[in-house]
């Protein structure tokens, strides 16, 4: 059974830093593309950040240079460590998989992906 918990999610004043993290069980890490999806009060899910097979990545332009996604295959573990944060970023952010890997211009879509974990918060107060 395929298990994704996210967790590190945190209030942070704006211009602050914040790495959440998602420990999947149940499948290969080494398998999957994954990626990081928030969703905003009121607001539709927007991919942000998304990893391919061997290294690969894929940012959303609001949050290219302050984002960075990483794998810790030997820990199933899944990190995203974002930087000089803002009020624009507060959202549920949710660790989501796909084992049907689309090329990489669909990667940040989140429609592409069937597993889901049930998110953390992060609030960026101004």
């Known amino acids: 059974q395929v298990q994704i918990v996210e967790s590190g999610g945190d209030s942070v004043e704006s211009g602050g830093s914040l790495r959440i993290s998602c420990i999947i069980t149940g499948l290969t890490v080494g398998s999957h593309c994954f990626g990081w999806v928030r969703q905003a009060p009121g607001k539709e899910r927007e991919g942000v950040a998304a990893i391919g097979f061997v290294g690969g990545t894929s940012y959303a332009d609001s949050v290219t240079g302050r984002f960075t996604i990483y794998k810790v295959k030997t820990k199933n573990t899944l990190y995203l460590q974002m930087n000089d944060l803002e009020p624009e970023d507060t959202a549920m952010y949710y660790c989501?998989?796909?084992?049907?890997?689309?090329?990489?211009?669909?990667?940040?879509?989140?429609?592409?992906?069937?597993?889901w974990g049930q998110g953390t918060q992060v609030t960026v107060s101004s």
């Open positions: 989501a998989a796909t084992a049907q890997c689309p090329w990489s211009d669909r990667w940040l879509l989140p429609k592409e992906y069937h597993l």
